[in-house]
T-cell receptor
């Protein structure tokens, strides 16, 4: 049973380019969360999605960041016009309906974005 | 603003030592407290605590929650080099009558176990 799959694992972009990070949740999980981990800091919630719906995007920066979880395919976190401060590890997590209430999440191995 | 604070930030011990990691929190709509272990990749789930005073145990690891004093501890006995990792504490929230995986994380405790 594959876990949460994220790709790419490492991504290098120059300032002003776009970054797209993909996440396939665990089989049977319909809830996806994106977290960001800046150097020397803890994980920070960004957005919570279910299929075709954004449930809570209170942690997303107001500009340049967007997320989607289409009916088919992986969830995508998109960062437009990247800046150096976007360099971080972006973790995706998933949960099933049954465990959502407990807050227990299953994390992917992260996508490490470096902006030059 | 919701806050989760872990201490110490880093800890260096030798194999066989016992360690205690601390996590205090000030959050709205508390639902659960979770501990994760993060090696150089995905955080992996250790414990979830919802009730005060009930110890959760898994092998050499154990954890307890105090909802009155708003803190939790994670104990690791007879530490091994494989316990070296970042230990993350997180709080799960109720939101609008339901709850979901919006967790507020502490900054982590870096544990290093020397042979």
């Amino acid at each position: 049973n594959a876990g949460v799959m994220q790709n790419p694992r490492h991504l290098v972009r120059r300032r002003g380019q776009e970054a797209r990070l993909r996440c396939s949740p665990m089989k049977g999980h319909s809830h996806v969360y994106w977290y960001r981990q800046l150097p020397e800091e803890g994980l920070k919630f960004m957005v919570y999605l279910q299929k075709e719906n954004i449930i809570d995007e209170s942690g997303m920066p107001k500009e340049r960041f967007s997320a989607e979880f289409p009916k088919e395919g992986p969830s995508i976190l998109r960062i437009q016009q990247v800046v150096r401060g976007d360099s971080a590890a972006y973790f995706c997590a998933s949960s099933s309906v049954a465990i959502t209430n407990t807050g227990e999440l299953f994390f992917g191995e992260g996508s490490r974005l470096t902006v030059l | 603003e919701d806050k989760v604070v872990q201490s110490p930030l880093s800890l260096v011990v030798h194999e066989g030592d016992t360690v205690t990691l601390n996590c205090s929190y000030e959050v709205t709509n508390f639902r659960s407290l979770l501990w994760y272990k993060q090696e150089k990749k995905a955080p992996t789930f250790l414990f979830m605590l919802t009730s005060s005073g009930i110890e959760k145990k898994s092998g050499r690891l154990s954890s307890i929650l105090d909802k009155k004093e708003l803190f939790s501890i994670l104990n690791i006995t007879a530490t091994q080099t494989g316990d070296s990792a970042v230990y993350l504490c997180a709080v799960g929230h109720n939101a609008g009558g339901t709850s979901y995986g919006k967790l507020t994380f502490g900054q982590g405790t870096i544990l290093t176990v020397h042979p």
